[in-house]
């Protein structure tokens, strides 16, 4: 799968964006400050309809101006075209095929792995955003899962409501055990994915780390449900988790009452990075848990591409600065599978001659792009 061409409308420092990219090798070469990390924010957007970065969506709105569009044409066996329009006094627009759709509809249209500087908080950062790579992940994949995922949140809603209500007029308990009944169901059933999903992740990761660590590590990924105590390793079949999720609720339930919201279900989950064994949150180096990240991002892709039969796009943000040469190597190899890559850098020389002909390369100055002819 590709991306064909971006056009971006007062987006970020873009008043006005047309490109058409390469199917092959893309390199958006600019200095500090000057917009390329904005045009892979774009192209991120069109797969996850969220950005990677961006903590209020408006941000993304160029500075005194009311929306933002973002548009990109899609090689997926036809060609697609998605659009997210973005505006300061009126709802998010997503639209495939100039259809409007809905979010858990739209994602898996389109397919990414992002590599970016930010890549470290993945195994230092909160169990919340690990839960989102785990939703997104599995979402841009499988169709059913999106429709688990909305499904839960709902249902979250409507329990917590209830416990709510409860928890100040001492009634509606009955109506509680219905809730219940869903919550501990579609609950169950979204956390056999993720189990699955982190299972298979991890097998590609063992593999792809061992030889980034020139055999020196042993990478695992475990998954961590929320009944889960000191990182231990269970059974992740259905009737298992779905016993410890009703255990766990029956135990807990008490305390929802008095606090007036759900305690327990995979709202509360996370995994774990182990490298020889320890938890590379607590115990592993700066370098070790960024080549821990990089063989978990490089597995992505071929989880992905196991998944859906194609490879998502790469996008990698100034990413070659970070990388000693063994890694650099190693990423680079995957140019070879001829997946569409698109990178960013502030140094050309980074890169090969002999790679740099075989590219699309595009100057970026403050919000203006320019393409080497
Ligand atoms: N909403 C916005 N409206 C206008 N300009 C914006 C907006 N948001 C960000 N910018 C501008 O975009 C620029 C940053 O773009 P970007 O992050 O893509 O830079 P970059 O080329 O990736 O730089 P670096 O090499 O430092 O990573 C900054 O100059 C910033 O002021
Ligand atoms: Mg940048």
Same mark, same amino acid.
């Given at each position: 799968?590709?991306?064909?061409?971006?056009?971006?409308?007062?987006?970020r420092?873009?008043?006005?964006?047309?490109?058409?990219?390469?199917?092959?090798?893309?390199?958006?070469?600019?200095?500090?400050?000057q917009?390329?990390?904005?045009?892979?924010?774009?192209?991120y957007?069109l797969?996850?309809?969220?950005?990677? $970065?961006?903590?209020?969506?408006s941000?993304?709105?160029?500075?005194?101006?009311i929306?933002?569009?973002?548009?990109?044409?899609?090689?997926?066996?036809?060609?697609?075209?998605?659009?997210?329009?973005?505006?300061?006094?009126?709802?998010?627009?997503?639209?495939?095929?100039t259809?409007?759709?809905?979010?858990?509809?739209?994602?898996?249209?389109?397919n990414?792995?992002?590599?970016?500087?930010?890549?470290?908080?993945?195994?230092?950062?909160?169990?919340?955003?690990?839960?989102?790579?785990?939703?997104?992940?599995?979402?841009?994949?499988?169709?059913?899962?999106?429709?688990?995922?909305?499904?839960?949140?709902?249902?979250?809603?409507?329990?917590?409501?209830?416990?709510?209500?409860?928890?100040?007029?001492?009634k509606?308990?009955?109506?509680l055990?219905?809730?219940?009944?869903?919550?501990?169901?579609?609950?169950?059933?979204?956390?056999?994915?993720?189990?699955?999903?982190?299972?298979?992740?991890?097998?590609?990761?063992?593999?792809?780390?061992?030889?980034?660590?020139?055999?020196?590590?042993?990478?695992?990924?475990?998954?961590?449900?929320?009944?889960?105590?000191?990182?231990?390793?269970?059974?992740?079949?259905?009737?298992?988790?779905?016993?410890?999720?009703?255990?766990?609720?029956?135990?807990?339930?008490?305390?929802?009452?008095?606090?007036?919201?759900?305690?327990?279900?995979?709202?509360?989950?996370?995994?774990?990075?182990?490298?020889?064994?320890?938890?590379?949150? $607590?115990?592993?180096?700066q370098?070790?848990?960024?080549?821990?990240?990089?063989?978990? $991002?490089?597995?992505?892709?071929?989880?992905?591409?196991?998944?859906?039969?194609?490879?998502?796009?790469?996008?990698?943000?100034?990413?070659?600065?970070?990388?000693?040469?063994?890694?650099?190597?190693?990423?680079?190899?995957?140019?070879?599978?001829?997946?569409?890559?698109?990178?960013?850098?502030?140094?050309?020389?980074?890169?090969?001659?002999?790679?740099?002909?075989?590219?699309?390369?595009?100057?970026?100055?403050?919000?203006?792009?320019?393409?080497?002819?």
């Amino acid at each position: 799968m590709n991306i064909k061409s971006l056009k971006l409308r007062n987006f970020r420092n873009y008043k006005q964006l047309d490109l058409e990219f390469a199917p092959h090798i893309n390199i958006l070469v600019g200095n500090n400050a000057q917009g390329k990390t904005n045009i892979l924010e774009a192209i991120y957007l069109l797969a996850a309809a969220k950005s990677f $970065r961006a903590s209020k969506e408006s941000e993304m709105i160029k500075h005194n101006e009311i929306s933002s569009l973002i548009s990109g044409k899609i090689q997926r066996d036809a060609v697609h075209k998605l659009e997210i329009t973005i505006s300061n006094i009126a709802v998010k627009s997503i639209k495939c095929n100039t259809k409007e759709t809905q979010q858990k509809e739209f994602v898996g249209n389109f397919n990414v792995v992002l590599f970016s500087p930010e890549d470290l908080s993945l195994i230092k950062g909160s169990p919340g955003q690990r839960r989102r790579f785990m939703d997104l992940e599995i979402s841009q994949v499988n169709a059913g899962y999106r429709s688990l995922l909305a499904d839960y949140q709902k249902i979250l809603v409507h329990r917590n409501s209830l416990l709510k209500d409860i928890a100040h007029k001492n009634k509606y308990e009955k109506m509680l055990e219905v809730w219940d009944e869903q919550l501990i169901e579609v609950g169950t059933r979204l956390m056999v994915q993720r189990a699955e999903m982190i299972y298979k992740l991890g097998l590609l990761s063992r593999l792809i780390h061992r030889k980034l660590s020139n055999n020196q590590e042993e990478l695992i990924l475990r998954y961590s449900p929320f009944y889960a105590e000191n990182n231990e390793q269970l059974d992740y079949d259905y009737q298992t988790i779905k016993s410890r999720f009703s255990y766990a609720l029956a135990e807990e339930k008490p305390f929802e009452l008095l606090r007036g919201y759900s305690l327990v279900g995979p709202q509360r989950d996370d995994f774990i990075f182990l490298i020889n064994q320890l938890d590379a949150k $607590r115990y592993a180096s700066q370098g070790q848990q960024r080549t821990a990240v990089l063989s978990c $991002r490089l597995a992505e892709l071929e989880y992905m591409k196991s998944e859906t039969g194609r490879y998502p796009v790469i996008l990698l943000d100034d990413v070659m600065s970070e990388l000693d040469e063994l890694r650099k190597k190693y990423l680079l190899k995957l140019l070879d599978k001829k997946v569409q890559t698109i990178i960013t850098t502030t140094d050309i020389s980074d890169f090969e001659p002999e790679l740099l002909q075989n590219a699309s390369v595009f100057f970026v100055e403050s919000g203006q792009v320019t393409e080497r002819r």
